[in-house]
């Protein structure tokens, strides 16, 4: 199979929904079949999400294209990504971006994801396995933040994460479907846009889910 021209039949197909042209040039260099197990890299590029180790999924692409268009990157931003999972979606941020602080729960997944973006050359990242305290405080403002699995409601420990002007990205709803959540911290107090509705794996933590 080729998956460079299934690679570029995918980013045709997403760029009737995706201005954003940096996302879809990103996207059509990083190999998503490095992300997902050997036994589904034939369907690496069709535009679904996929099962990955530890009961997670790979997100649908997009869903990667249209979380990472929200967060409005330029180029010299410091993102924070809740929920590293396969690493696909840290990859896109890091091209895209200054430097990623990730957080995942799962050590296995975490350092197969950190095996995949070494071997592709990524460094502006930092991994961190998932603490008490939702996303990484210790890092915090960003510039950016996308959280790639569902909450209850959006967490204030996130937006106190956030500088003035910054984006969270969060699918907010039950465990099992959501709403895909634009906030934008303003001075004045949070802009929140809905982007529409999404199936994501739940957030667990103490202000989110309970682990079942
Ligand atoms: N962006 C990833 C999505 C992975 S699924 C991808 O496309 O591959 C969501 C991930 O969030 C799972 O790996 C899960 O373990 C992780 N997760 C859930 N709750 C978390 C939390 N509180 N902190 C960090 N990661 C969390």
Not at 83 to 90: E, H
Not at 116 to 125: P, Q, S, T, W
Not at 176 to 202: D, H, T
């Amino acid at each position: 199979m080729d998956m460079e021209a299934a690679r570029l039949r995918l980013m045709q197909q997403l760029s009737y929904e995706i201005r954003d042209k940096r996302v879809l040039e990103v996207m059509s260099r990083v190999p998503r079949e490095l992300f997902v197990p050997p036994s589904s890299q034939h369907a690496a590029y069709e535009n679904i999400p996929l099962p990955i180790e530890m009961g997670q999924t790979i997100s649908q692409p997009f869903i990667v294209a249209l979380m990472t268009e929200a967060l409005e990157l330029k180029g010299g931003e410091k993102v924070l990504e809740v929920g590293t999972g396969s690493g696909y979606q840290t990859a896109i941020l890091c091209e895209l971006s200054k430097w990623v602080v990730t957080v995942e729960r799962h050590q296995r997944l975490l350092e197969k994801a950190r095996n995949v973006l070494a071997l592709l050359e990524i460094k502006n990242v930092e991994f961190h396995i998932a603490g008490k305290a939702l996303g990484w405080p210790e890092g915090a403002p960003y510039d950016a933040i996308i959280v790639t699995a569902g909450a209850p409601r959006v967490p204030r420990e996130l937006t106190d994460q956030l500088a003035v002007d910054g984006r969270l990205v969060i699918p907010v709803g039950s465990r099992f479907e959501q709403e895909l959540m634009k906030v934008v911290k303003r001075k004045e107090g949070p802009e929140s846009i809905n982007l529409g509705g999404c199936r994501f794996v739940p957030l667990i933590g103490d202000s989110a889910w309970d682990d079942e």
